[in-house]
T-cell receptor, first 114, second 112 residues
């Protein structure tokens, strides 16, 4: 167990709806990264938050947005859901300088868009 | 597109045999890491190798890195049924602040 938790575990939404996923980072970690993993694919980097600021973004549209809170927990928000948003969403926490960039992953949230 | 590509896509071996999987990437890197994922769950960090290192060992794992060829290999010796999982390499590029890019993964099946 990594100490990174995510909620909810599973979620079913319909096209056009909005969703919020949550992640609690491992104690002492101030960086959270979010990934989307489609079935049979590797995780794709969505964005990263460091000390409550976005610190890099992958090739995802603006309807994917996020927040990081003072306790370093984080949210991923997706608006106007599309069928292709169905995936496993993973968050990972890390701390620059500790274990030189190793990321600790949560168990993921499985999102299904109908 | 993703930074890394693993090869082979799928590998099936008998328990006790060695498993080798390869990763190729496209741009210069700070580090390369290998992760394991069981049945669509969270990823587990296995080993990190820095760009100035050529080989690293951890238990039954051996990782090599060839930056001139932009490739890495993961060797699992004396495989066990519990090693059945998907394996991914992940790279981070200079000046990207811990942003990692994953390959497509190798699905390893170890037959008891």
């Amino acid at each position: 167990e990594t100490g990174v938790t995510q909620s909810p575990t599973h979620l079913i939404k319909t096209r056009g709806q909005q969703v919020t996923l949550r992640c609690s980072s491992q104690s002492g970690h101030n960086t959270v990264s979010w990934y989307q993993q489609a079935l049979g694919q590797g995780p794709q980097f969505i964005f990263q938050y460091y000390r409550e600021e976005e610190n890099g973004r992958g090739n995802f549209p603006p309807r994917f947005s996020g927040l990081q809170f003072p306790n370093y927990s984080s949210e991923l928000n997706v608006n106007a859901l599309e069928l292709d948003d169905s995936a496993l969403y993973l968050c990972a926490s890390s701390s620059p300088g500790l274990m030189f960039g190793t990321q600790y992953f949560g168990p993921g949230t499985r999102l299904t868009v109908l | 597109s993703q930074q890394g590509e693993e090869d082979p896509q799928a590998l099936s071996i008998q328990e006790g045999e060695n498993a080798t999987m390869n990763c190729s990437y496209k741009t210069s890197i700070n580090n390369l890491q290998w992760y394991r994922q069981n049945s669509g769950r969270g990823l587990v960090h296995l080993i990190l190798i820095r760009s100035n290192e050529r080989e690293k060992h951890s238990g039954r794992l051996r990782v090599t890195l060839d930056t001139s060829k932009k490739s890495s290999s993961l060797l699992i010796t004396a495989s066990r049924a519990a090693d059945t999982a998907s394996y991914f390499c992940a790279t981070d590029a200079p000046n990207t602040g811990n942003q990692f890019y994953f390959g497509t993964g190798t699905s390893l099946t170890v037959i008891p």
